[in-house]
């Protein structure tokens, strides 16, 4: 499913699902996707809520080969129908917060491990090859320096 060619399994133009569409590297690969000429299925949280969806359906090419999906990583009935039919997954999906968490192992470790379970099990169902996972909640906290500044 690589981008740049090859025998991927994807050819350009093709299918991809993208979970978490609606973050930072998420919007920035579901753009990147749709510029390479290739169709999204791009999931959410919340299809409602515009700060989710507005900045996707603005993309070029989104009008035609973007579809939004509301998804709950733990309910797999609800990953299904965005990876059904796509030549391959990138999962970025996975829980976030900015405060720090009460009980990090309950509310970020184990939903983000079932969640791509989840994702991976309905790849698998769907007879999808390739899946290319992602973890890209360090990227958006600050950076915090030493002593010297760096």
């Known amino acids: 499913m690589a981008l740049t060619g090859g025998d991927s ?16 590297i998420g919007s920035w690969l579901v753009r990147l996707l749709l510029d390479r000429g290739y169709t999204v299925h791009a999931t959410v949280q919340n299809l409602q809520y515009e700060g ?7 993309l070029d090419g989104a009008d035609t080969r973007l579809r939004l999906f509301q ?7 609800s990953v299904r129908p965005a990876v059904e039919g796509v030549h391959g997954v990138f999962h970025l999906a996975s829980p976030v917060t900015l405060q720090p968490a009460q009980d990090p192992e309950n509310e ?4 983000a491990v079932n969640g791509t379970l989840n994702v991976l099990r309905a790849a698998k169902d769907s007879g999808i090859k390739r899946v290319v996972m992602v973890s890209s909640q360090t990227a958006m906290f600050p950076r915090r320096t030493n002593r ?3």
């Open 148 to 150: 010297a500044g760096w």
């Open 108 to 111: 970020l470790l184990l939903p």
């Open 52 to 58: 989710e969806t507005k900045h996707l359906q603005a």
């Open 71 to 77: 998804m709950d990583l733990l309910d797999p009935a």
């Open 9 to 24: 399994g994807c050819a350009r133009g093709g299918l991809v699902c993208v979970t978490g569409a609606s973050g930072f």
